[in-house]
């Protein structure tokens, strides 16, 4: 059967993504090749949404998620601090997140006992942040943008914005 047989409904949500919504399955081995065969979705440079959740000080773009491609276990996104500015102090829940750095020389802040622990990066280099550690992004330049690309292992970006690295003191 060809693609086309298999095709119940298509959906576009106006953003100009086509999103196949159901694909009937008469036996396993048709399942298994609706499966295989979904099609690939590119995110033009430039498209990314800001419509997520966003943090004081940075500006959070989403490029691939649940809702902008149905992903199920993974969003990924960019991050943009301005030159000479701190984010706020944040965790992103149960997602862990990957973040790979672009552009700048951000550093990411996040506290380890009664201390506050310092990462400094440059591009190319890779950071790991586990889930519910609080932490923020700081862009020592007076010139430069900061920039990374963001992955994490939720569909969603899950922000929760924070008074302080340390949540439970006020």
Request: no cysteine.
């Amino acid at each position: 059967m060809s693609r086309q047989e298999h095709v119940h409904a298509q959906q576009d949500d106006g953003d100009g993504v086509e999103r196949v919504t159901h694909v009937p399955a008469a036996d396993a081995a048709d399942r298994a090749n609706a499966i295989w065969h979904k099609p690939l979705v590119q995110i033009i440079a430039g498209t990314l949404s800001g419509s997520t959740t966003q943090t004081s000080g940075m500006t959070r773009l989403e490029a691939i998620s649940g809702r902008t491609v149905g992903s199920e276990k993974l969003w990924m996104g960019e991050t943009h601090v301005a030159p000479s500015t701190n984010s706020g102090d944040h965790h992103h829940g149960e997602a862990e997140t990957a973040i790979y750095v672009v552009a700048g020389h951000p550093v990411f802040v996040f506290p380890e006992g009664e201390q506050e622990k310092r990462i400094e990066t440059k591009p190319g280099d890779y950071v790991f942040v586990p889930p519910f550690v609080p932490h923020r992004e700081e862009n020592p330049s007076a010139d430069d943008e900061a920039v990374v690309v963001i992955a994490r292992s939720t569909q969603e970006g899950i922000v929760i914005n924070l008074p302080s690295l340390w949540p439970d003191r006020r």
